[in-house]
């Protein structure tokens, strides 16, 4: 599975940006997908996630309430829409899927077999 991460840039505090993850060379079928991020200096820390069979999502608790992921079986893409930025939420946001997932695992991002290339949300004050 190849993933492409798209949609980051620079918004100010309080604004929204949806950012997309689009699968190639097969589905998404059997697989979760999830949202990370990391600023500089910093670990890659779990955003959400979404089982792709059922629809089942799970977040961070601190983005919890801001944003919001969702899938598009169609177009065979996971989409996270945040809204309310904070400036602490400026990050390299990466995308990934894995299979086979547990519920206590799926928040480390070594579980994850794919990866994209990641994209940068600068949020100003």
């Known amino acids: 599975v190849q993933l492409q991460a798209s949609g980051g840039g620079l918004v100010q505090a309080g604004g929204s940006l949806r950012l997309s993850c689009a699968a190639s060379?097969?589905?998404?079928?059997?697989?979760?997908v999830a949202w990370f991020r990391q600023a500089p200096g910093k670990e890659r820390d779990f955003v959400a996630a979404i089982r792709w069979n059922g629809g089942t999502t799970y977040y961070a608790d601190l983005v919890k309430g801001r944003f919001t992921i969702s899938r598009d079986m169609a177009k065979n893409t996971v989409y996270l829409q945040m809204s309310n930025l904070k400036p602490e939420d400026t990050a390299v946001y990466y995308c990934?899927?894995?299979?086979?997932?547990?519920?206590?695992?799926?928040?480390?991002?070594?579980?994850?077999?794919?990866w994209g290339q990641g994209t940068l949300v600068t949020v100003s004050s």
């Open positions: 990934a899927a894995g299979r086979g997932l547990i519920i206590s695992s799926l928040r480390s991002h070594s579980v994850y077999d794919y």
């Open positions: 060379g097969r589905t998404f079928s059997g697989y979760t």
